[in-house]
């Protein structure tokens, strides 16, 4: 039992230290670049989890999100920030037990050295991996003086904590030779000998009092930290989202002008359903690590090698200038979504022909893939016979007639028609042209090889609030969105109650490569119902009904919404 208490003691020295720990870390990383560590121990690990494992934590935080009823297109990385701290502040909680657990049994002195080499056992691990694999803006010698003075800082107050709770005797035991701590030690030189028992309340008050003034303490260092760098990762966010605005104003006056290919399609989207043209802002985001990989377009290059006559080194104007552009209307979805997942959207994609960009390289006769590599340590391979086989293949570098944006994989990504996201890599820094085919970053970690998109068709909105009224008739307008990759969509079907399957009627879509929006009014019948949709390939094949998760091929079975109207 007592060992037990001593556990939870150190224990929360651990998480009240750690916890103002991670507050100075984020004010100092939002105000001049330092590192923050809890995103960096955690961009360094999850690489090297088990794939098993991995997707046991995606499934279950999706599920999650879907079951709260979140977003999880604006919330799935939030979440992983919010696991990255979690997982931080644990180890700290961890730490200070067995600090004090280890402390308490060799009677360890609460002195300075004390604090510095509890602090060097904790910190110079997280330390280096910070520094080999972190992305701060400030020179790597700064970030190291200002993470070693921190933990350091750490380890102090942890030694002055288990000063004052560690080393306290009980009052029906005088304490022995070698057990005083800071308190005990300075009234037993300063004061004159006290009975036992007023020498155990002396110890009382003084324990009261320091637990005040450390929670006081750590609870102002924690409130400034937090609200330094909420305030300033605030600005940014606002002076981003200022300029995005901007930009977003130009484009609008530029789309405004712009005649969709279906513009004249009498199919009206029903109120509610997701917009046929995804704004960037609003585009769906999915990257290996906590914050999008940033890169420096001036002195970036693209050099493609291995099994070519003509090795290029490219730049992000080779690629504008001296090939020809080409442009599609693209629908992209990430393989880990569920049935209904909102990680999935429509833009125009701008880029240059694989084709072109190989011919341009020569390639030798043998040669079967390419191997991609990226800037945020993900890589993919692309076998040669599928790029010769369809020109809309592109290393794309625009998105909405625009620079490709910073998040979505500045400076260069690729595109493959009717593939999920985790074959489109992002922030590509190398090409190699070889006969090796090697696995790709999440086929190693057991998704499938070739991802292909599984047709999936979405109820979007019941509008009870827009019903159309017919003479005396009233019907519910119920929409969505189809999507097969580039294999087209024949038909959608609506059944509301398990009954008969009734047709939608289809808007033409944007193009072969994107979603169908659909169109279904259900007369009306008051109560609480429920909608299910399916959908079929343009050359007949069905939806899959069964219902099988994400995980290794993509999510199956058919979308139901239930409404009460």
Same mark, same amino acid.
Request: hydrophobic share 45%.
């Given at each position: 039992?007592?060992?037990?208490?001593?556990?939870?003691?150190?224990?929360?020295?651990?998480?009240?230290?750690?916890?103002?720990?991670?507050?100075?870390?984020?004010?100092?990383?939002?105000?001049?670049?330092?590192?923050?560590?809890?995103?960096?121990?955690?961009?360094?690990?999850?690489?090297?989890?088990?794939?098993?494992?991995?997707?046991?934590?995606?499934?279950?935080?999706?599920?999650?999100?879907?079951?709260?009823?979140?977003?999880?297109?604006?919330?799935?990385?939030?979440?992983?920030?919010?696991?990255?701290?979690?997982?931080?502040?644990?180890?700290?909680?961890?730490?200070?037990?067995?600090?004090?657990?280890?402390?308490?049994?060799?009677?360890?002195?609460?002195?300075?050295?004390?604090?510095?080499?509890?602090?060097?056992?904790?910190?110079?691990?997280?330390?280096?991996?910070?520094?080999?694999?972190?992305?701060?803006?400030?020179?790597?010698?700064?970030?190291?003086?200002?993470?070693?003075?921190?933990?350091?800082?750490?380890?102090?107050?942890?030694?002055?904590?288990?000063?004052?709770?560690?080393?306290?005797?009980?009052?029906?035991?005088?304490?022995?030779?070698?057990?005083?701590?800071?308190?005990?030690?300075?009234?037993?030189?300063?004061?004159?000998?006290?009975?036992?028992?007023?020498?155990?309340?002396?110890?009382?008050?003084?324990?009261?009092?320091?637990?005040?003034?450390?929670?006081?303490?750590?609870?102002?260092?924690?409130?400034?930290?937090?609200?330094?760098? *909420?305030?300033?990762?605030?600005?940014?966010?606002?002076?981003?989202?200022?300029?995005?605005?901007?930009?977003?104003?130009?484009?609008?006056?530029?789309?405004?002008?712009?005649?969709?290919?279906?513009?004249?399609?009498?199919?009206?989207?029903?109120?509610?359903?997701?917009?046929?043209?995804?704004?960037?802002?609003?585009?769906?985001?999915?990257?290996?690590?906590?914050?999008?990989?940033?890169?420096?377009?001036?002195?970036?290059?693209?050099?493609?090698?291995?099994?070519?006559?003509?090795?290029?080194?490219?730049?992000?104007?080779?690629?504008?200038?001296?090939?020809?552009?080409?442009?599609?209307?693209?629908?992209?979805?990430?393989?880990?979504?569920?049935?209904?997942?909102?990680?999935?959207?429509?833009?125009?994609?701008?880029?240059?022909?694989?084709?072109?960009?190989?011919?341009?390289?020569?390639?030798?006769?043998?040669?079967?893939?390419?191997?991609?590599?990226?800037?945020?340590?993900?890589?993919? *391979?692309?076998?040669?016979?599928?790029?010769?086989?369809?020109?809309?293949?592109?290393?794309?570098?625009?998105?909405?007639?625009?620079?490709?944006?910073?998040?979505?994989?500045?400076?260069?990504?690729?595109?493959?028609?009717?593939?999920?996201?985790?074959?489109?890599?992002?922030?590509?820094?190398?090409?190699?042209?070889?006969?090796?085919?090697?696995?790709?970053?999440?086929?190693?970690?057991?998704?499938?090889?070739?991802?292909?998109?599984?047709?999936?068709?979405?109820?979007?909105?019941?509008?009870?609030?827009?019903?159309?009224?017919?003479?005396?008739?009233?019907?519910?307008?119920?929409?969505?969105?189809?999507?097969?990759?580039?294999?087209?969509?024949?038909?959608?079907?609506?059944?509301?109650?398990?009954?008969?399957?009734?047709?939608?009627?289809?808007?033409?879509?944007?193009?072969?490569?994107?979603?169908?929006?659909?169109?279904?009014?259900?007369?009306?019948?008051?109560?609480?119902?429920?909608?299910?949709?399916?959908?079929?390939?343009?050359?007949?094949?069905?939806?899959?009904?069964?219902?099988?998760?994400?995980?290794?091929?993509?999510?199956?079975?058919?979308?139901?919404?239930?409404?009460?109207?």
């Amino acid at each position: 039992m007592k060992k037990l208490k001593d556990i939870l003691i150190g224990a929360l020295i651990g998480a009240v230290l750690t916890i103002a720990l991670m507050a100075v870390m984020y004010a100092g990383n939002q105000l001049v670049g330092l590192p923050f560590v809890p995103f960096d121990l955690f961009n360094w690990m999850t690489p090297m989890l088990p794939g098993p494992l991995i997707t046991f934590g995606i499934d279950q935080m999706l599920g999650l999100l879907t079951w709260l009823g979140f977003d999880v297109a604006t919330t799935a990385k939030l979440a992983e920030q919010s696991m990255a701290i979690m997982i931080f502040l644990a180890g700290g909680v961890l730490a200070g037990a067995v600090f004090y657990l280890i402390l308490k049994a060799r009677q360890v002195r609460a002195e300075w050295m004390t604090g510095l080499t509890i602090g060097a056992l904790y910190g110079l691990p997280q330390i280096a991996i910070s520094l080999g694999f972190g992305k701060s803006d400030v020179h790597p010698v700064l970030a190291a003086i200002w993470l070693l003075v921190l933990f350091a800082l750490w380890g102090l107050a942890f030694s002055q904590a288990y000063g004052h709770y560690g080393l306290m005797a009980p009052a029906s035991a005088p304490l022995p030779a070698g057990q005083v701590g800071t308190a005990a030690m300075a009234s037993s030189v300063s004061a004159p000998a006290m009975p036992e028992d007023s020498q155990w309340q002396a110890q009382k008050l003084d324990r009261r009092r320091f637990t005040i003034a450390f929670g006081a303490s750590a609870a102002v260092i924690t409130v400034a930290g937090v609200g330094i760098g *909420t305030y300033l990762a605030r600005r940014e966010a606002e002076a981003t989202t200022e300029a995005m605005e901007q930009t977003t104003a130009h484009q609008v006056d530029e789309t405004a002008h712009m005649i969709f290919p279906n513009a004249n399609d009498p199919i009206v989207p029903v109120p509610g359903t997701r917009p046929e043209y995804t704004p960037i802002k609003d585009h769906y985001k999915v990257f290996l690590e906590l914050e999008p990989t940033v890169i420096d377009g001036s002195t970036w290059n693209l050099p493609i090698t291995g099994m070519v006559d003509n090795p290029l080194m490219l730049t992000i104007d080779d690629l504008r200038n001296n090939y020809p552009a080409q442009s599609q209307y693209v629908t992209l979805s990430c393989i880990s979504g569920m049935v209904g997942t909102t990680l999935i959207s429509t833009t125009q994609w701008t880029g240059v022909s694989a084709q072109e960009l190989l011919a341009a390289a020569k390639i030798k006769p043998g040669a079967q893939f390419l191997n991609i590599s990226c800037g945020d340590g993900y890589y993919e *391979t692309v076998p040669l016979d599928l790029i010769n086989s369809d020109k809309r293949i592109m290393f794309c570098y625009a998105w909405d007639g625009n620079t490709l944006p910073v998040d979505h994989g500045f400076p260069l990504r690729i595109w493959i028609p009717d593939r999920f996201g985790m074959k489109q890599p992002k922030w590509i820094t190398s090409i190699e042209v070889t006969d090796q085919d090697k696995k790709g970053y999440w086929v190693e970690r057991g998704w499938d090889k070739t991802a292909q998109v599984k047709t999936t068709s979405v109820i979007d909105t019941v509008a009870v609030d827009d019903i159309v009224h017919d003479g005396d008739a009233q019907r519910v307008p119920l929409g969505g969105i189809a999507w097969a990759g580039d294999r087209g969509i024949s038909k959608v079907e609506v059944s509301v109650d398990g009954g008969s399957w009734e047709p939608a009627q289809l808007r033409a879509p944007l193009s072969e490569t994107t979603w169908v929006i659909w169109r279904y009014e259900w007369p009306f019948q008051a109560g609480e119902h429920t909608f299910t949709v399916r959908t079929a390939e343009k050359d007949g094949t069905a939806q899959i009904e069964e219902v099988h998760p994400a995980h290794p091929t993509g999510s199956t079975g058919y979308h139901q919404k239930k409404a009460t109207v």
